[in-house]
Structures are given as C-alpha cells and as structure tokens.
C-alpha cells in the first residue's frame, strides 16, 4: 500500500484523480508502481518539499483508493474509495511515509435524485465554460468522464483559486449534503470568475496582435529548425523526421494528404500539447507502414518445393496446391490466386506451414489470431476519436512485417464471434476479397490502403461455425490426419531433433528409439495431428536431461518400458474388435475433433409396450438416424418385427457421458436392428459409415479418411462406405487402403447381404 502526500488538491472519496508518475515513484521508496495497488493520499498543509515532511506535515484526515492505470504520457489514474483517520504518522528514513489508518464514515443525508439534478446542471456549466476556449474538444472528452459532482472538483482542483485549508474544509465534512454545498458553491465561483476573465481578454484586439506575432516566430522558428537539422542530421527534430518520412513514403495522394494535415495540428499543438501524444502515435504508425509496392521475383518452383519437404512431411495435396498457386504468381507476377484455408484438426500443421510458405516465396510472415475475437474494430481498427485507439489487427500485422506484401496467416477464423460491437466475420470479407482489399481503409489510419499484394492464408479446426458469406471468400483444403507412419516419420525428422536441441541434449547423450515412438503413437496420443505427440517427447527430453546432467558420460537409450515408466498419463485405450460377438451390435466409425475413433451401436430387446429408447446422449441428427433405421428395418423385416412389437427397443451408443451428432450412423443403426431381429451375428471385423434414407440409399458422410484410419488401427479389415464417397479415397493413406478391404455400397440392402442377414 503506497502513501502518496499532496497539496493543494481538492480529494473527495468516489472521484477519479491524475497524478504525475513520477510524484508517485517518490512515495514508493525506489520500489515500481503497479496497477491495482491501494493507495492512501493524505493532504499537507504547505508545500514543504518531499524531504522535509514531518509528521506534523498532515490534516488528520486522507482518502483511501486504488491505482487503476499507468499511462505512457507521465500521469498515473487513481480511483478514491472512501475517506480515512490517519494516527501515528512516522517519516521513514527513505522519506517514505507510514501511518495507521480506520475508515471515517459519510453522513449520507442526500437524496440521490438531488444529487443526480446537480451534477447535470453542474456538468452544462461546465460545457458551457469550456465552449469560450480553443480546448473545448479535448475538455468535452474530460468532462465526459464526471460521475460525480466530487469527481468534478478534483478534475477542476488545479486551476481553482481558493486556499488549503478551504480544501481541506470539503475532506474534512461528514455530512454528504454540506460537503455537496461546499463544493458547489467553489465550482460555480471558479466558473464564473474564468468567464468574465475570458469574456474581458477576448475583447481586446491585442489577443490578434499576439497570435500574428507567435505565428510569425514560429515560422522563423521552423526555418531555423530546419537549418540546424541539416547541420546535425543526428539530432533531427520529430517534426523533420516525420516531413522526410512522409516525403519518401511513396504514399497514395490520400494518405498523404491526411498524414500532412495531422503533421500541421502537431505543429501548431506542440509537445505540450494533450493531443500531442495522440497525433505523434498516428504519424509514426502511418509513417512505418511500406507504402511502395515490392516488385515482383522470380520464385523457384523446385526450391519452393524442397522448403515445403524439408519443414512438413506428407501433406501431399496441400503443398501440390501451394505450388499451383507459386506457379501461377510466377506466371502473372502478381498475387494471384484463391484465399486458402486450411482446416484440419490440431496440430496437423496447418499454422506452421504458412511460414513454410513465406520462406519458399521470400517473404516476411505474420501471423494474426482471431481467436476469441468478437469486436469489429479488432479488424477494422478504432477511430481516432478518444484516447487508446489503435489501428486493427490487419494493419498492425502489415506494419510489423515492414513490406507490403507479406505471407499472413489469420489463424483460428472459425473461432471468430459477434458482439452488439459488430461483426468481426463480416468486416473481413473486404480484407479477403480481391476486388475490394486494394483500397481497405483502417478507421484509425482513415486513409486507403493496397492489401492486393498480402498472400492471405486463413486456418480454422472446422468450416461449419465459419458465416457463409465469408467462406465463399476462400478455397477450403482439408489437412487430413497423420497415419501413425507419418507420425513415426515426423516424430524421427523434426519433433526429436528439435526437442533435444531445445534440452540442450545432444545425439550422443540421448537416444529414443524407433519403438518407444510406436509406443508414444499407440498408446499415449489419440489425436489427428502431432500436438500430442511433441509434447510428450518434450516431456521425455526433460525428464531424461536431469539423467544425462547428472551422468554425462553416459548414453541415454529411451525404449518402450522407459516410456511407460517415465510418462505420467494413463495410456489411452482405443476401441477394439469386440471378442465375442452378439446378435445386436455392430461395429460403426465415428469422426472427433482429434481424428477418427471405432464406435459400437448396441441394441437390446425389452419388456415394455413396443417404446423406442435412445442413451448415449444422441444430438438431434443420430436421434433421427435410428428413428429412421427402425422404420426401414420393420419394412424390412415386417414379421420378424411382428413377433416384437410388444417389447420395448432400446438403443445405446457407448461412452455415455460424451455427446455424439452426425449423420454417419444410419447404416450402422440398420444393420444392428436387423441383426436384431433376425438372431444373426454380423462379424466384428467389418465396420460401415454411411447415412440411410427410407427408401434404403447409402447417402455419403464427411471424415472418411480419419475413420479409416481408426479402423486400420483397431484392426478392422473390412469397411462398407458410401458410393458417393469413393473419390475421398485419393485422401486416404496408402498403407490404410492396403490393409482394408473398403466396398463402396448404395443401398442398405447391400450390407445386409454381405453380413449374411438377408440370404
């Protein structure tokens, strides 16, 4: 808790106080300032300097508050809870002062109707009063900021002439109501003497006589500055420095116009000046930007290719079209070419390989998260119309980068929300749209800027949250999850390297083994991409660092057991071919946001009075899915039906407690009732995916590629899937195709006389 000596104020609890930083710095003893820190200001009677305070120094009474912000511009913001007895009051040695404190308590005898009538009338006073000068746009920002008639004096305590004591006199006053009066009554004085002066010094013509005589000194003035700065170019002023910026920008006419506008308001305001702040960040941010458009190169499609291979292994189809679009950008040069983005699940490399990208084609790389964001001027930027405003995140990323044509990754757009702020997903169609981007206009920067030439890759886990209008905007390239080949591949190549250079091991102190990454792979990650996969290796190369600290002259050899005994987790247990196989239940795929995973559709006969009954939480989709199974299985199977239609039926899908939607389910749900109802067994080794209408069709599903995957690895060998899906099958992994026999399939029907319930 800082106690922080002042003079000359007027402090009242629930007010808003500016306190220089640095008069804040000296009652801390040498110790920093940090925001949320408990103030207490206590009032000294003269103005002693700080190392001559003593414990007489003080009223008897403070306020207790709380530092809620250090600005940049040299001011510290206190926020004043409430009013506070100060007994034994001790200087200390580093000047620093100590005191123990008890709340004094308000006498609360004002209506708040009244008081809520006063500060509006107050408030249009003070308006009033400040319409007379040339500030009165910066003091309406201020008087905005007034809650309370208490708040308003301590803003005004500066400027009024009235004595310490008589300031002291408002503290001091325990009844809300008389201090309200004595409050009042000292604004209202200040206000009018400041009007009547202001009135009299305006009258007199020798006002314009003292403006023509500072505009012409500060013109003289100019012409000097500007000699000197030719004489040491190491000492130039702001001013030049921001004239020779914008001279050699290569700004359009527009931004030029506006940048030399504010240049002219910097001049005339001056360092001391509020908006001075304000108007230096805007002319530096403007200045910094690369107005030039870069030439275009020549990029070696070959040397292009061997970055990509050399960063990520597999992803064949991604990076053929990343060539395609190298290509053609060769063949035009110019950015060319579709907004691409990429969706897969995390970890499958899909934020890594825009900076692949950015070093095949020589470019600087920026990546922008949208995560979580959900205010449109996080994409458009703030107007400059308060203190705080900034430009959006498109154009800080292009200012950061220094070129104008930059590799960008906007990550995570499918986690992009709205908000009564807004729609950060509508504002990026102009960013993302080829025919509008080269004249996006910042509402900081106010100004047209060329964003044609930015290289825009978009990321995202899943297309189905992102806004139609916006999807439209980009070609969709599905990054689909590794085979545990892949993983072993990437595991060997990148992630072990890496994570021992981090270690600080090298080769000939540590060793993992082509085994003990299968184990890794098989039983501790269930997981599309490697995520999983690096942070477990990561964990090893911790743990065994301590081994090869302590023992340096020992190799390290990691194999399955040192896994097991070193990580942590539980080993994952994935789904397997069930071993004793029942009438009822048949073995289905499933897709999840981490990869493809083996699921069981269960079905049971029960007493009760012909009832369906669905567990398992089923969404909406997989409800309709088996209330449509169970129609087209009665059809079916009308007398086998017949003989049951007493009983209650009863459908689960496993893991309970985990919500499951999607329309994959439907012939997995027919081909369990059938098997049923007719007694018959289907075997276990063959699973199926595929939505089903009434009238029998196989309609296709999404994930393909994942759910075969899951399937190679709980050791299915046969698959029945949609005829409509064929053409995924270019997705799927070659050494997954090998192993399962995949029958692609139109109507239920068909299942059913491959699993031999229908002869």
Known sequence: MLV??????????????????????????????????????IVTKDNEKFHELTADSFYPIGVAGVLTEINPHGYCIIRTQYRVNLSSIQIMPNHTVQLEI????????????????????????MRAYAKGFDWADSAEYYINQVETIGMAACMMSPWMKISNEERYAILEEDSVSKRTE?????LYDFLEVGRITNEAVTSQQKDYQKMYRESAIKRQMEHLQKELDDMHPENVSDIRKFEQKIAESGMNDTARKEAEKVLNRLKQEGKESVESGILYDYLDFVTGLSWKKEEAHHIDLENARKILDEDHYGLKKVKDRIIQQIAVMNLKKQQSGSILLFVGAPGTGK???????ARALGREYVRVSLGGVHDESDIRGHRRTYIGAMPGRIMDGIQKSGVSNPVMVLDEVDKLSASYNGSPASALLEVLDPEQNNTFTDHYMNVPYDLSDVLFICTANTADTIPEPLLN????????????????????????????????????????????????????????????????????????????SEHPDEKVVVTPEVVKEEI???????????????????????????????????????????????????????????????????????????????????????????????????????????????????????????????????????????????????????VFIPSANMNDLKDVAQEVKDKIEIIPVSNVSEILKAVGIIE
């Open 4 to 41: 922080v000596p002042v003079f000359n104020m007027i402090i009242t609890p629930h007010a808003k106080l500016y306190i220089q930083t640095e008069q804040l710095k000296k009652s801390t003893g040498g110790k920093g300032l940090a925001v949320d820190e408990k103030i207490i200001l």
């Open 102 to 125: 008890s709340r004094r308590a308000d006498i609360n005898d004002l209506d708040p109707d009244v008081e809520k009538e006063k500060l509006k009338n107050l408030i249009e006073e």
């Open 182 to 186: 004595l409050i009042e009554k000292a």
């Open 351 to 357: 934020t890594s390989i825009g900076k692949s990208i």
């Open 473 to 548: 905007r980009m070609e969709v390239i599905q990054f689909t999850g590794y085979t545990p080949l892949e993983k072993m591949q990437i595991a060997k190549r990148h992630l072990v390297p890496k994570s021992m250079e981090s270690m600080g091991v090298s080769p000939d102190q540590m060793e993992i083994t082509d085994e003990a990454i299968e184990t890794l792979i098989s039983d501790f990650t269930m997981e599309a991409g490697v995520r999983g996969l690096r942070k477990h290796i990561d964990t090893l190369c911790r743990i065994l660092a301590v081994k090869v």
């Open 568 to 718: 942590e987790s539980r080993p994952i247990q994935h789904n397997e071919v069930l071993p004793e196989p029942k009438p009822g239940v048949v073995t289905g795929l499933a897709w999840t946001p981490v990869g493809g995973e083996i699921l069981y559709i269960e079905t049971l006969l029960t007493e009760g009075k012909g009832n369906l009954i669905l567990t398992g939480q089923l969404g909406d989709v997989m409800q309709e899915s088996a209330k449509i199974a169970v129609s087209l299985v009665k059809n079916l199977f009308p007398e086998e039906a017949k003989k049951y239609q007493d009983q209650n039926l009863h459908i689960h899908v496993p893991a309970g407690a985990v919500p499951k939607d999607g329309p994959s389910a439907g012939v997995t749900l027919t081909t369990a009732l059938a098997s049923l109802l007719t007694g018959k067994i289907v075997d276990p080794h063959i699973a199926m995916t595929g939505e089903v209408a009434l009238r029998g069709a196989v309609t296709p599903i999404g994930g393909l590629p994942e759910k075969l995957m899951a399937a190679e690895r709980a050791g299915i060998t046969k």
